[in-house]
């Protein structure tokens, strides 16, 4: 099968177990790289041996290219994945999907007219990790599912990280950073989100860096740094949730439960593709450990594009698909908005596929008078 040419924008840091893994793709090859730093692209062509080095414009315009990977900073992944669906391209891209709900939406709607694919990380619930815990769930290992909890707890990444600007600007905060790879999880293994109330604050406004060329600066927090929220689920299972940098001495919670009527399962940290997938039974004293149903490396980033491409050949929908990762969006916005309003926030927004119950993920709910 011939494989389909993609070209990557933006080559720092992720890009590189991009390329990695993407050397062995059956079904994309990496053509060529552009990023706004022309240097950076040049040296992580040198170093895949990536042919081409273009600009963002000589790559939209490259007619070969079928498929962008936008790899850009947060805040440029909605303009990119607009630019490159405009251009005719395929485009998928990092979390989150978007900053703001408005820009999400207009890819979404951009997609839709232009009948092309747009999917977004995180793809890790394609690894054993999450799989095993679904078809856990399937075979009624818990019985039914009653509730979830989720907890990411830290402390923050300016002791370690050497730029953590963008962290604790608009559009960073824990919720927006590490939310999609928790909430991503829960969706896949439980369907979509029916309502949201939460709190959300900054805890600790004052931070320095630790490392690096700025070490020893004063961070501006202005973001929430800590949000704590219980989770609707449209098939009734309850869930609770926190995200928080928050927490210095870090926690011993579990990061994912799901609790049924005949067990609990316990479930690996959704940030990597493989990890232990705990049982314990409804009398039972002891937790058991799952054969996974195969096995996975612990990054296999890419792994929800070439689906994506398998998807786009097969005209069928794609596992991290666009409209997931708007849906995630809408969730992680809603923590935010219910803490300012004062109230739940029901989530608009639709997902066609599912995992779990196709006929729960099929429906379609609508802003309700709620509060």
Not at 73 to 87: D, F, M
Not at 115 to 141: E, M, N
Not at 152 to 165: I, L, V, Y
Not at 188 to 198: C, E, H
Request: contains cysteine; hydrophobic residues 40%; aromatic residues 8%.
């Amino acid at each position: 099968m011939k494989k389909m040419k993609a070209g990557i924008i933006g080559c720092g840091n992720i890009s590189s177990i991009y390329l990695t893994n993407l050397k062995n793709s059956p079904v994309i090859e990496v053509v060529a790289l552009a990023d706004l730093i022309m240097e950076r692209a040049e040296a992580r062509a040198a170093e895949f041996n990536v042919e081409n080095v273009y600009t963002v414009d000589e790559m939209l315009n490259n007619n070969e290219i079928e498929l962008i990977l936008n790899l850009t900073v947060p805040g440029s992944h909605a303009l990119t994945n607009i630019a490159a669906l405009q251009a005719g391209k395929h485009v998928y891209g990092e979390k989150p999907f978007a900053i703001s709900l408005e820009d999400g939406r207009k890819v979404i709607e951009l997609a839709e007219e232009k009948g092309l694919y747009v999917g977004c990380a995180p793809d890790t619930f394609l690894g054993s990790g999450i799989q095993t815990s679904i078809q856990a769930i399937q075979k009624g290992l818990i019985g039914t599912p009653v509730s979830a909890t989720a907890f990411f707890m830290g402390g923050g990444p300016e002791s370690w990280h050497p730029d953590p600007e963008f962290f604790y600007a608009y559009g960073g905060g824990p919720m927006l950073d590490m939310g999609p790879y928790y909430l991503t999880a829960l969706v896949k293994m439980l369907g979509p989100i029916r309502r949201i109330s939460a709190s959300a604050g900054i805890q600790i406004p004052d931070r320095i860096v630790g490392s690096g060329p700025k070490q020893g600066q004063k961070l501006q927090v202005q973001t929430p740094t800590h949000l704590a929220g219980t989770i609707d689920f449209m098939n009734g299972v309850i869930g609770t949730m926190i995200a928080s940098f928050d927490i210095p001495a870090g926690s011993s919670l579990p990061l994912i439960e799901i609790h049924g009527t005949k067990g609990t399962l316990q479930v690996p940290d959704p940030n990597f593709f493989n990890g232990e997938v705990k049982l314990r039974k409804y009398g039972s004293e002891k937790w058991e450990t799952l054969e996974p149903v195969f096995v996975s490396e612990q990054n296999e980033r890419g792994a929800g594009l070439n689906q994506m491409v398998e998807a786009i050949r097969s005209q069928t929908p794609a596992e991290a698909s666009g409209q997931l990762g708007y849906h995630i969006l809408e969730a992680m916005h809603a923590f935010e908005r219910s803490s300012l309003e004062g109230r739940h926030v029901l989530l608009e927004s639709t997902l066609p596929e599912s995992t779990v119950d196709q006929q729960v993920m099929k429906l379609n709910f609508v802003n309700e008078n709620v509060s």
